[in-house]
């Protein structure tokens, strides 16, 4: 297969079926997980209570689960907060319950097994307002979509729109799927990590198509298709570099940064890598097969007045 196509051309386009079958299938899995595994809401969209403990010596979390299982808390999720010493635990709604009593249970079941446990902080979420933050988080994502392809069409042209969207849907329900299928919590700071993922493919894609609307304009013996690849080879080293930085202080985020910003840096770590790849093979890749051509870019031609008159000799 032929991937370089004179003077280093990468010829991205001669992967174009492969990527599509491959996208095709990462979708489809990734509806079918939602729907069979939907996912993993965390305590700001299902309501409950969260509570951070402090101890003096390095806490045992298997411990922690078995006390608090004991006592009825079969469904806590425990986790160090910070360091080995900090302990978040998150305890589901209950009908009838008021969140501050499972608090106030929870924290004098852990310091009748081990006195030095300290509660540092609480939060409460009602189930009604879980839901209604559900909500609203869908509808953000759906208005994102709604103006960016009011901004493309008004920028570019509707192929390159209609692109830019279907490639971000793509990255958005990709994403999704990895969660669904990892049961990964999904919280409000998975939420923000998803938009910015929106946020940085679309930036990727709008760089690429200045360019292939450049390169129509000024390149006038090339088929579409060898355009865009042009394009593509031109903005290349732009993308690497971009991506690469990114990618090290994600990383640095994801291995450093605790598990309170676990699933944040994994949703835009993932999401970042497979912008990249949209940004080159999907949003390109519509608007070539939509029929994308140079008329399509070129600026239009104002006529001055009296310029279809005859000059005066």
Known sequence: MQIFNGKNTVNFMKLSL????????????????????????????????????????????????????????????????????????RLASREGVKPSELGDKAIAILKQADSSAEMRGSSYVSASVGEELTEQGGLAMLICLLCILVYVTMRFEWRFALGSVIALAHDVVITLG????????????????????????????????????????????MEPTEIINTSLTQT????????????????????????????????????????????????????????VSRDDLM????????????PIL
């Open 18 to 89: 492969p990527a599509a079958i491959i996208s095709t299938i990462l979708v489809i899995g990734s509806f079918t997980t939602l729907a069979i595994n939907q996912l993993n809401w965390g305590l700001d969209f299902t309501g409950g209570t969260q509570i951070e403990i402090g101890y003096q010596d390095t806490a045992n979390l298997d411990t922690i689960r078995e006390q608090l299982a004991a006592s009825e808390f079969n469904d806590a999720v425990v986790q160090n907060f910070g360091s080995s010493k900090d302990v978040l635990i």
């Open 236 to 291: 290349l080293n732009r993308t690497t570099i971009t991506s690469g930085t990114t990618l090290l202080v994600l990383f640095a985020l994801f291995f450093l940064g605790g598990a309170t910003i676990h699933g944040f840096a994994t949703a835009l770590l993932f999401g970042i890598f497979i912008g990249t790849y949209s940004s080159i093979y999907i949003a390109s890749l519509v608007a070539l097969k939509l029929g």
């Open 178 to 221: 990895l969660f669904s299928i990892l049961g990964l919590e999904f919280d409000l700071t998975v939420l923000a990590a998803v938009l910015a993922v929106i946020g940085y493919s679309l930036n990727d894609t709008i760089v690429v198509f200045d360019r292939i609307r450049e390169n129509f304009r000024k390149i006038r013996n």
């Open 299 to 310: 600026p239009t031609v104002i006529e001055k007045e009296g310029a279809d008159q005859d």
